[in-house]
């Protein structure tokens, strides 16, 4: 990546994509009646990236989720979401950064979308995920590794 020829930093998104998707109704049709509390919802979110070619990158945004627990569970999900980006006249310094924080803050509401459309196609009232800071879930992830590289 070039650096300090002039040309403002750029993000391109290429391509978006469902790598993988999963969702289970274990204890349907039982589920899909009325529950006398609401369930306890648990969410998880992950994000990688890799190189694909100069300048070019392969994000994944990995949300899995259940509703319920045990003989309550409600249903469960999992999405691995990708995207392909080209970032142009990025300083390196800051490469990490945006491919952790930017490129899944573009893919979320995209993911959202369809995991809500298949929470709603398994028989369960409308399921949408907030908002998700990935600044603040890569600042904590980065003071995580640095305090496991100080008792290393």
Known sequence: MAEGNGNAPQLESLA?????????????????????TAPNISIEVNVNAKPLTAGEFEVELQL???AGEGEGLLFNFEINFGGVFRLTDIP????????????PRLMFPFARAILANAVRDGGFPPFLLQPIDFAALYQARMAELGKQQMNS
Do not use: T, W
């Not at 969702?23 to 049709?29: D, K, M, S």
């Open 64 to 66: 899995s989720g259940k």
């Open 92 to 103: 390196e310094m800051h490469v990490h950064q945006v491919l952790m924080i930017e490129c």
């Open 16 to 36: 978006q994509y469902v790598k993988d998707l999963s969702f289970e109704n274990p204890n349907a049709p039982r589920s899909l009646g009325p529950q006398e």
